[in-house]
T-cell receptor
């Protein structure tokens, strides 16, 4: 079945450090890929997405590139801020057939220290 | 607000009781999803509606779980004879339709604790 594997956390960084959160996937079809973020006490918010191979999603300084050859969608940010502290979820959705739901990874807790 | 609204925000029930969780999707959104998120885990799919039709309920863990959306807007997830393993956050999401580029918008969830 379809699955997403995320880098285990928690991840603790100092402000302005470089961030990478690894995500790899297994899918039988052609998935769209997503990163969601969950701030403390809030619901999931879509951070960025990519719908086909070699697409790059970007938002709020975060980027991720859909790599079909390595089945990866790693999240990166060049300089993190304290306000980026949250849980980050990688997810996929199959674009063909009847399935419409998201399949999530287990999440990576990020803490950014001032 | 115009987001997905879930109620109650927190629910505590004794084992064996029935519970009902409500989701108000964004107005006009055709698709509605329920997910279950255990502590420290990612959300897992439960069921999916397109308007009032329940098109996929493959993620419901047992026949104690039942969901409905009778008028194609508000949805209710019902859990009968609750068990401790039902303790989780239940998330509702809606999207305008199910096309590839339609994002799912999530509510803040209902945290269910079974004593």
């Amino acid at each position: 079945g379809d699955s997403v594997t995320q880098m285990e956390g928690p991840v603790t960084l100092s402000e302005e450090a470089f961030l990478t959160i690894n995500c790899t996937y297994t899918a039988t079809g052609y998935p769209s890929l997503f990163w969601y973020v969950q701030y403390p006490g809030e619901g999931l918010q879509l951070l960025l997405k990519a719908t086909k191979a070699d697409d790059k999603g970007s938002n709020k300084g975060f980027e991720a590139t859909y790599r079909k050859e390595t089945t990866s969608f790693h999240l990166e940010k060049g300089s993190v801020q304290v306000s980026d502290s949250a849980v980050y979820f990688c997810a996929l959705r199959i674009s063909s057939g009847s399935a419409r739901q998201l399949t999530f990874g287990s999440g990576t807790q990020l803490t950014v220290l001032p | 607000g115009a987001g997905v609204s879930q109620s109650p925000r927190y629910k505590v029930a004794k084992r064996g009781q029935d519970v009902a969780l409500r989701c108000d999707p964004i107005s006009g959104h055709v698709s509605l999803f329920w997910y279950q998120q255990a502590l420290g885990q990612g959300p897992e799919f439960l069921t999916y509606f397109q308007n009032e039709a329940q098109l996929d309920k493959s993620g419901l863990p047992s026949d104690r779980f039942f969901a409905e959306r009778p008028e194609g807007s508000v949805s209710t997830l019902k859990i009968q004879r609750t068990q401790q393993e039902d303790s989780a956050v239940y998330l509702c999401a809606s999207s305008l339709w199910t096309g590839e580029n339609q994002p799912q918008h999530f509510g803040d969830g209902t945290r269910l604790s079974i004593l």
